[in-house]
């Protein structure tokens, strides 16, 4: 079946520092992807669609320049958090649809102290 | 309220019982999904409905576009069955995305 690679899976950043995540389609190509965060206890939010060649769409309430996403291929989609603060804390996972199928990537636990 | 809703929250079942989880949605669907959540957050795709039942091993699930219902049954649980169930619809129009219930934590006790 069809693969999405997210790395890395859990990662602990200092305040004011940037991390990137990286989800990956390994056997298809992802035209979209979306990211999504769950804060505990809650369901999975969407925060952004990202699409390939072109500028990622954004939910409401989700600050752009806050939450950069880079589509550069057919296969990758990157999500990195500027200026990283403790509120920022959450669970992050990447979906790419294929077809009708939904895949998700292993997510991103992140911790900033 | 919620578009997608969940229930139960919580559930604690004995090894061999029984289970069902039940979800409903608000909004007109293309689609929708079981997922299955483990303590590391990983999410596993269970099944896709759009319409009738489909059955993989011990799982059944069921959806009732008319009502905007989906079961999801697990016959004679098992400890490893423990996870967080998720319910997931596809909206008419969406690019894909999905909209997430809150999940229901299973805990199948020995």
């Known amino acids: 079946g069809a693969v999405v690679s997210q790395h890395p899976s859990r990662v602990i950043c200092k305040s004011g520092t940037s991390v990137k995540i990286e989800c990956r389609s390994l056997d298809f190509q992802a035209t979209t992807m979306f990211w999504y965060r769950q804060f505990p206890k809650q369901s999975l939010m969407l925060m952004a669609t990202?699409?390939?060649?072109?500028?990622?769409?954004?939910e409401q309430g989700v600050e752009k320049d806050k939450f950069l996403i880079n589509h550069a291929s057919l296969t990758l989609s990157t999500l990195t958090v500027t200026s990283a603060h403790p509120e920022d804390s959450s669970f992050y996972i990447c979906?790419?649809?294929?077809?009708?199928?939904?895949?998700f990537g292993q997510g991103t636990r992140l911790t900033v102290v | 309220k919620n578009e997608v809703e969940q229930s139960p929250q919580n559930l604690t079942a004995q090894e061999g019982e029984f289970i069902t989880i039940n979800c409903s949605y608000s909004?007109?669907?293309?689609?929708l999904h079981w997922l299955q959540q483990h303590p590391g957050g990983g999410i596993v795709s269970l099944f896709m409905l759009s319409s009738g039942k489909k059955k993989h091993g011990r799982l059944i699930a069921t959806i009732n576009i008319q009502e905007k219902h989906s079961s999801l049954h697990i016959t004679a649980s098992h400890p490893r069955d423990s996870a967080v169930y998720i319910c997931a619809v596809r909206s008419w129009g969406s690019q894909g995305n999905l909209i997430f219930g809150k999940g229901t934590k299973l805990s199948v006790k020995p």
């Open positions: 990202s699409n390939e060649g072109s500028k990622a769409t954004y």
């Open positions: 909004v007109g669907i293309s689609a």
């Open positions: 979906s790419a649809p294929n077809g009708p199928e939904a895949f």
